[in-house]
């Protein structure tokens, strides 16, 4: 069983900037996705990144004002939020599979068995 464990979630205001982080328990190699899912709406896909190797994939809605990046040691993967607007308010989520990532694995949420418990993102205006 892998543990997937997120910090960083907290109350912004708008513009501001947050940093997420993921560290799963494994030593495989690992596809690590971030999702959320604000007040009302469908879980949304960020983004993701593999544990050692390749380059982040990212949704069109967040390019360029939210960054995956990943420590040197491989364990924990970071999801550097910018430019924060209220309607980024939700819940965040950092999910893990074995193996590498393809390109659109954010938009495959039921392929990732392994999910964190999730942290709050508060944008006030």
């Known amino acids: 069983q892998v543990r997937v464990e997120e910090s960083g979630g907290g109350l912004v205001q708008a513009g501001g900037a947050l940093r997420l982080s993921c560290t799963a328990s494994t030593p495989k190699t690992t596809c690590v996705a971030w999702f959320r899912q604000g007040p009302g709406k469908e879980r949304e896909g960020l983004g993701c990144?593999?544990?050692?190797?390749?380059?982040?994939y990212y949704a069109d809605s967040v390019k360029g004002r939210f960054t995956i990046t990943r420590a040197s040691a491989n364990t924990t993967m970071y999801l550097q939020l910018n430019n924060l607007k209220p309607e980024d308010t939700a819940m965040y989520y950092c999910?893990?599979?074995?193996?590498?990532?393809?390109?659109?694995?954010?938009?495959?949420?039921?392929?990732?068995?392994?999910w964190g418990q999730g942290m709050q993102v508060t944008v006030s205006s």
């Open positions: 999910a893990a599979e074995f193996g590498g990532c393809w390109p659109d694995c954010h938009r495959s949420a039921h392929r990732f068995p392994y």
């Open positions: 990144f593999w544990t050692h190797g390749g380059r982040p």
